[in-house]
């Protein structure tokens, strides 16, 4: 039994099959209608999530399962205090495949080992979030036609930014990749993501507070929302939140098939205005991120 | 000073000085019934001073914890007054219950009898991190 976790436990060539999967399921959805008739997909969400719940509940749909589960903590049993491992293990009983998010880090790993059947990590904490980050390898793959030898900018909150983190460490091991960090100082990519990731693959790495002096290089920009529920302290949130925002006239020195990227929810990190650009990625992406998720579901219950 | 030559037991050595009574609680020696010694700031020529401990007791050791504590001890098993056995330790990849994970936001500072369990990521720099929440242990 497969579980997803953390994006490196899949290998390269198995992203190359999902993104293969996924575009297929855009090209023929039809074929694809009643791959999971009789399953059911429990949605464990002990944190709110508009995106990632909702997009998990249309893949299995769309796939012809069924879906159960919960939207928040209060009205799971983990309000009266059980644990994630005897939750677990109860829902597990109920369903053929779990997608669970939780605020605290690990907690989708405690699930696995409890679980009955395959855990998907929808995210934890500021941790790990692998189906994002499948999500953003499908869009990298779409817009660019390759993963490798491609110059990719992180922007924003880089710290408590789980999806920069995985997406780091997956492009981390395609040839050619060329990293840019754009953070203000409190908000820098934690080393450990920087010596596991990019030193130990020797990816070239730059780390600027200035966005625009970088802007020319990049194939890809990641911008990332500075999310207040990663703070202890409002004060800090308050100062750092506006530190970066993508105008159209930030854009003027960009590369013309530069792609921009967003996991999505956005504040105001990006003008409304640069929707209308071509280069503007991000709603693309949260279609991606059903047909990805079909893929992945379908995978994980080992059904072609 | 004179220290009885143990029979049956084990000889804890190469602590570096100052750690003996670190390992002794990190071991739980404290709740032997048998003679158990800690010699502190023996010459050494390997390194200059060391702490000796010595357990009139053939016990079954946490091999992983001595080792994370210090990786150059050695440890002597001694049977009928003969050295039967020499271990040199040597950094664990796991550890289960050794040490505490310190980030607030990680599973394992909420979930009931959830183990407390680091790998090791990084051999050259003794560099552990939490299996949970990938925080890195505070280093010794």
Do not use: W
């Given at each position: 039994m497969r579980h997803l976790i953390?994006?490196?436990?899949?290998?390269p060539e198995e992203i190359d099959e999902l993104v293969a999967k996924a575009t297929d399921i855009i090209n023929h959805p039809a074929a694809y209608a009643?791959?999971?008739?009789?399953k059911i997909l429990a949605t464990l969400f002990f944190e709110p999530s508009t995106r990632t719940r909702l997009s998990f509940e249309s893949a299995m749909l769309s796939l012809g399962g069924q879906v159960l589960g919960f939207s928040?903590?209060?009205?799971?049993s983990a309000a009266k205090g059980e644990s994630v491992a005897d939750t677990v293990r109860t829902v597990s009983c109920y369903s053929d495949i779990i997608a669970m998010r939780h605020p605290k880090e690990g907690a989708p790993l405690v699930a696995a080992m409890h679980s009955l059947v395959p855990v998907i990590n929808a995210g934890d904490g500021g941790h790990n979030h692998p189906t994002q980050t499948l999500t953003d390898l499908l869009t990298i793959h779409n817009e660019k036609?390759?993963?490798?030898h491609l110059t990719v900018g992180f922007c924003g909150d880089?710290?408590?930014?789980r999806t920069v983190h995985s997406l780091i460490s997956a492009m981390s091991?395609?040839?050619?990749t060329r990293v840019v960090l754009v953070s203000p100082e409190e908000l820098k990519l934690p080393s450990y993501v920087k010596t596991e990731a990019l030193k130990k693959n020797n990816i070239e790495y730059i780390q600027t507070t200035d966005l625009s002096s970088v802007?020319?290089?990049?194939?890809i920009l990641y911008m990332t929302r500075v999310q207040r529920?990663?703070?202890?302290n409002e004060e800090d949130y308050l100062r750092l939140k506006d530190s970066y925002i993508l105008t159209p006239d930030k854009l003027?020195?960009?590369?013309?098939d530069l792609s921009i990227l967003h996991p999505?929810?956005?504040?105001?990190?990006?003008?409304?205005?640069?929707?209308?650009?071509?280069?503007?990625c991000y709603f693309k992406q949260v279609r991606y991120g059903r047909y990805i998720r079909m893929a992945l579901i379908m995978k994980l219950l080992g059904i072609d | 000073m004179v220290i009885d030559a143990i029979r049956n037991g084990i000889v804890i050595d190469h602590?570096?000085?100052?750690k003996a009574m670190e390992l002794y609680q990190i071991l739980g020696?404290?709740?032997?019934d048998c003679t158990v010694a800690i010699l502190k700031n023996v010459p050494s020529r390997k390194l200059g001073r060391k702490d000796i401990i010595k357990v009139d007791s053939n016990l079954d050791l946490d091999w992983d914890i001595i080792g994370y504590v210090d990786p150059n001890i050695t440890v002597n098993i001694i049977v009928d007054g003969v050295r039967v056995e020499k271990r040199q330790l040597k950094l664990p990849e796991r550890l289960t219950n050794v040490i505490r994970c310190?980030?607030?936001?990680?599973i394992s500072s909420v979930e009931q009898e959830l183990p407390q369990v680091f790998k090791l990521t990084d051999r050259e720099n003794r560099v552990y991190r939490c299996l949970y929440c990938e925080a890195k242990a505070e280093n010794r």
């Open positions: 953390d994006i490196l436990q899949l290998t009643h791959k999971c008739d009789g928040e903590a209060a009205s799971s036609g390759r993963f490798d880089l710290k408590f930014g091991r395609y040839e050619g802007m020319p290089e990049l194939d529920e990663r703070f202890f003027t020195n960009a590369k013309p999505l929810p956005r504040v105001n990190e990006i003008s409304v205005a640069v929707d209308k650009d071509p280069r503007a | 602590i570096a000085a100052g020696l404290g709740k032997l310190k980030n607030p936001r990680c």
